[in-house]
């Protein structure tokens, strides 16, 4: 079954050009000019992913975001940006965007983010018996639990909520705890297809990993910074 992408902007000329460059690569297109509009819309009928611009008028993208994730926590976004925007960069993704790409962007680009993020979620929601499924074994490290076949996440047997992405990072980095893993290395691990990200991107991710454990234990430090050289996972 074709994926369904979600297209929420207030320009027009970008709602059509993109829309027609995705049908044209099989996907099922939805497009909506405003957050307002588009909000219960997604939450009736969530798409397989949502490509959201974050200035618009009435609900921006963010706020649009926020509201989704509190309904559907798993819904992979990517944010439209303005160029060199730095805090909407930031703010998108601590707000759980899986990704974002500046305007003006190719649409190459933006249709290779999208396979990518939904090759991801495609692969961590296989379980065994599915075709091209191999066994996904738990990882169990000090008080994380990890269920790849079930994308779930908890830590202390509280359940933390991770996007695709996040879940990617921490799972490469619980892998092999006490090694260090190099952003480029994280950034191959989250964004194959030669995709390129910066160094900013994967920081911010990691920094929302943080934030989202010690929701549920304000002493969390499994995550470590070695500065200048990368991240490792400490079982603590």
Do not use: C
Request: glycine share 6%.
């Amino acid at each position: 079954m074709a994926a369904s992408i979600a297209l929420v902007d207030d320009d027009r000329n970008i709602l059509t050009s993109v829309s027609i460059a995705l049908q044209a690569e099989g996907f099922v297109v939805r497009i909506y000019t405003d957050g307002e509009l588009a909000l219960k819309a997604l939450i009736d009928n969530p798409p397989d992913l949502a490509v959201l611009d974050i200035k618009m008028p009435r609900m921006d993208g963010m706020e649009l975001l926020r509201r989704l994730r509190e309904k559907i926590p798993m819904m992979p976004a990517i944010f439209l940006t303005s160029k060199d925007d730095e805090l909407d960069e930031a703010l998108g993704l601590a707000l759980g965007a899986d990704d974002y790409i500046t305007k003006p962007f190719s649409q190459r680009l933006l249709i290779a983010r999208i396979r990518a993020i939904l090759r991801r979620l495609d692969m961590s929601g296989r379980t065994d018996g599915e075709e091209g499924a191999t066994p996904a074994e738990k990882i169990v490290r000090g008080r994380l639990e990890m269920d790849p076949a079930r994308h779930r996440v908890t830590w202390g047997g509280r359940e933390v909520t991770l996007t695709v992405t996040e879940f990617l990072i921490l799972e490469a980095l619980a892998q092999r705890p006490g090694f260090v893993k190099s952003r480029d290395q994280l950034m191959d691990t989250a964004y194959q297809d030669d995709v390129y990200v910066d160094d900013r991107t994967i920081d911010s991710h990691i920094k929302r990993l943080r934030r989202k454990f010690r929701a549920v234990d304000s002493d969390f430090k499994a995550i470590e910074t070695l500065y200048g050289v990368g991240y490792r996972f400490s079982e603590e």
